[in-house]
């Protein structure tokens, strides 16, 4: 059995970290920071605790797989896991307001027919039956299957599987080439748009420039649900940490990797910052890598409020706040147009007593996806107060006398990502999509020199926490069972 260095200890690296340690191989972890989760942080304060990272987890499935493949106690039994329901609420500039229940048709054809008027939930039910046909058509080849940089292997997903409608007559139409064109030929309503866009932008994606396929994240979110882990999505990286440890996986904080050692051709180990060589036959990488010359993606501002007062009963887990103006946010968040404008804020209340010190307090937070730091300097204090500030006023929508119950609020950008994670930019991938010419598709889980792998958000299949799941479970069948691995789900 082999030696395999992994290099930091984000989501992605420890799925791999896991599945190898079961496999028989002698794993050490490698990190550069003092702490396992990557960008799945936690921040504690007077009793408050907030996730620094994702909210919410979709296609448990992956983790529950992980769990499964790597030990005893199943993923339910190793964290407190519940489904968010409603799923969301989405509130407009106009006053329209709804709430989508989680993982139900014909709850959220009602809920879109009475809020926005009658035949808006057939439209955005008959787009997402269409996603569905995309999810069917590629999720083996994008998510479950190794991808080679072979450019034959690439074409196949460069084409869009999202399908046209089909029209009274015999005859589809061709298929819209990005979002913003499917919404607008699809849905009709600048409301429904709003809500299909803002799957994108929380992602990361510029809905005008996103393929049709990125549907496909509506669909997944309405198909499979929304779920919340007890105490914080945090605590699904220490469960992670937890199993990996119980593996024998080893773990070396304060690490950092600053090459790969080359002997004949192939990896023989890493090189820390210390000078020192670590040997290893396998090279498994959940570090963004620094050659790439990919621009940065953008991130995430998230604002932590520490409320006086409690928790209203019925509160919703998450409301959306969509934009007032839709194409001033996306000139900010993509086309470096600054940050005077007023963000689509993701309000954030769990029901959850272990992240509040008692019953007359609230822990809140917001988000909102901007532009990587560099393009904006995401360290200026003013900018950051300001931006923070247009938040809170936005969320009032959600939290009625929000400004009046804040007891103090810490923010984190992507200058902060950038930190904790390395990513240029402070920037978080999106999950791989097809069509797009190719261009939303990752780095090949097999690097370029033999016995090296990337894994995590920077490779295939892209980021989140699902998509991280997914690629460590594919750079441990490549290790294990050989290049010939063509994917085990
Ligand atoms: C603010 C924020 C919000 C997010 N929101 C969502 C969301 O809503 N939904 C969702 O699914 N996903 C979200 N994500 C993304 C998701 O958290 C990640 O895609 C997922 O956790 C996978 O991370 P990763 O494996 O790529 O590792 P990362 O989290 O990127 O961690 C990389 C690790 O490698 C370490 N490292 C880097 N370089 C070196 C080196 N040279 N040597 C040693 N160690 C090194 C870093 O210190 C870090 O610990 C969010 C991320 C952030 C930061």
Excluded at 12 to 18: T, Y
Excluded at 123 to 133: I, P, T
């Amino acid at each position: 059995m082999a030696r395999i260095a992994v290099i930091g200890a984000g989501m992605g690296a420890m799925a791999a970290a896991a599945r190898l340690a079961v496999a028989g191989h002698t794993v050490t972890v490698y990190e550069r920071g003092e702490t396992h989760g990557g960008g799945v942080g936690r921040f504690a304060r007077d009793g408050f605790v907030f996730d620094t990272g994702p909210q919410l987890l979709h296609l448990p499935a992956v983790y529950r797989d992980l769990f499964v493949k790597t030990g005893k106690e199943s993923l339910e039994q190793s964290l407190g896991l519940t489904q968010v329901d409603p799923a969301g609420a989405h509130l407009f500039p106009d006053g329209t307001a709804f709430a989508l229940p989680n993982a139900s048709r014909a709850g959220v054809v009602r809920a879109l027919d009475e809020a926005v008027g009658p035949g808006a939930g057939e439209r955005w039910s008959d787009l997402v039956n269409r996603a569905r046909e995309a999810w069917d058509a590629t999720r083996r080849p994008l998510l479950e299957e190794p991808l080679s940089a072979d450019p034959a292997e690439r074409a196949a997903l460069a084409r869009d599987p999202y399908p046209a409608p089909r029209r009274r007559g015999l005859f589809r139409r061709s298929a819209p080439a990005t979002l913003a064109a499917v919404a607008e030929r699809e849905l009709r309503d600048p409301r429904l748009t709003a809500l299909l866009e803002s799957h994108a932008l929380a992602h990361g994606l510029d809905p005008r420039t996103a393929p049709a396929s990125a549907t496909v994240l509506p669909y997944l979110e309405q198909t499979f649900g929304s779920w919340y882990v007890a105490g914080g999505l945090r605590g699904l990286a220490d469960a992670l940490h937890r199993r990996c440890v119980a593996r024998r996986v080893e773990f070396r904080f304060g690490a950092e990797v600053t090459g790969v050692v080359e002997e004949d051709g192939r990896a023989a180990g890493v090189r820390l910052a210390d000078g020192t060589v670590e040997e290893a036959a396998f090279v498994v990488s959940g570090a963004p890598d620094p050659a790439s010359a990919a621009p940065p993606r953008p991130g995430r501002f998230t604002v932590f409020l520490a409320l006086r007062g409690g928790r209203a009963a019925g509160a919703v887990h998450r409301t959306v706040v969509h934009a007032p103006s839709r194409d001033r946010e996306l000139a900010g968040v993509f086309d470096a147009a600054g940050t005077d404008y007023v963000p689509t804020v993701t309000v954030y209340r769990p029901d959850d007593p272990s992240v509040r010190p008692d019953d007359d307090h609230e822990a809140v937070t917001l988000t909102a996806t901007v532009a990587p730091h560099g393009r904006v300097d995401w360290t200026d204090g003013e900018v950051v107060a300001a931006f923070a500030d247009r938040m809170l006023l936005a969320a009032e929508a959600a939290v009625p006398g929000l400004a009046g119950r804040v007891l103090w609020r810490e923010v984190r950008t992507p200058a902060d990502t950038e930190r904790v994670t390395g990513a240029p930019g402070g920037g978080v991938p999106a999950p791989a999509l097809s069509g797009g010419e190719g261009a939303f598709l990752f780095p090949s889980n097999s690097g370029e020199m033999p016995g090296t792998y990337g894994v995590g958000g920077f490779a295939h299949p892209g980021g989140g926490l699902a998509h991280a799941g997914m690629s460590g479970a594919l750079v441990a069948g490549l290790i294990v069972e050989g290049a010939g691995f063509r994917g085990s789900q």
